[in-house]
């Protein structure tokens, strides 16, 4: 079974500086997606960015980037230029087959 | 904000009784898919319906059923209700590409709390 863990539980950061939230995966496949969603206290969930794992380039998405290291099996999300409105909830996530297994969570506030 | 709806947004029931969530899916959205979140926790899978069937399930009771319709919104059951079903209750809907997700797009969930 596919695993995902987030092993920091909260985070903060002072508003314009850069953050890195960590995520380790185990699966056995070659071929997948990898995601990070936001879960703001609206509690809708909001992909953030997604990485394709046959793709060698670290995926960007404005102020939101990623380090896919595929060997490792780690995908940590850096958040350069930190804004008021990024105070989340964060996950990151597997698709295998039918699911989205999703880590436990990073909580990230971020600090004017 | 998506186009994945979900009603009610809040709801309180009793310990014994049964409940009917629902999701009307982002239009074109063939696959919908339920998760329930405990309070400080990542979701967990419930399961999935596409086309009307059910394509996948986690590790969760039958009092858990569900249904698709043919326009593709669906409804989650749950009978005889339990403390421990108390959570957020998040509809996601998907256009599988090759067997898999390739993006989900969630709705703002239904906050159950029981009794």
């Known amino acids: 079974a596919q695993t995902v863990t987030q092993s920091q539980p909260e985070m903060s950061v002072q508003e314009a500086e850069t953050v890195t939230l960590s995520c380790t995966y185990d699966?056995?496949?070659?071929?997948?997606?990898l995601f990070w969603y936001k879960q703001p206290p609206s509690r809708q969930m909001i992909l953030v960015i997604r990485q394709e794992a046959y793709k060698q380039q670290n995926a960007t998405e404005n102020r939101f980037s990623v380090n896919f290291q595929k060997a490792a099996k780690s995908f940590s999300l850096k958040i350069s230029d930190s804004q008021l409105g990024d105070t989340a909830m964060y996950f990151c996530a597997f698709p295998s087959g039918s699911r989205l297994t999703f880590g436990e969570g990073t909580q990230l506030t971020v600090n004017p | 904000e998506t186009g994945v709806t979900q009603s009610p947004t809040h709801l309180i029931k009793t310990r014994g009784q049964q409940v009917t969530l629902r999701c009307s899916s982002q239009s074109g959205h063939n696959t919908v898919s339920w998760y329930q979140q405990a309070l400080g926790q990542g979701p967990q899978f419930i399961f999935q319906?596409?086309?009307?069937?059910?394509?996948g399930r986690g590790n969760f009771p039958p009092r858990f059923s569900g249904l698709q319709f043919p326009n593709y919104s669906s409804e989650l059951n749950v009978n005889a209700l339990e403390l421990d079903d108390s959570a957020l209750y998040l509809c996601?809907?998907?256009?599988?590409?090759?067997?898999?997700?390739?993006?989900?797009?969630f709705g703002q969930g239904t906050r159950l709390t029981v009794v």
């Open positions: 699966t056995s496949e070659s071929n997948y997606y």
């Open positions: 319906y596409y086309r009307e069937e059910e394509n």
């Open positions: 996601a809907s998907s256009i599988p590409y090759r067997g898999q997700n390739t993006e989900a797009f």
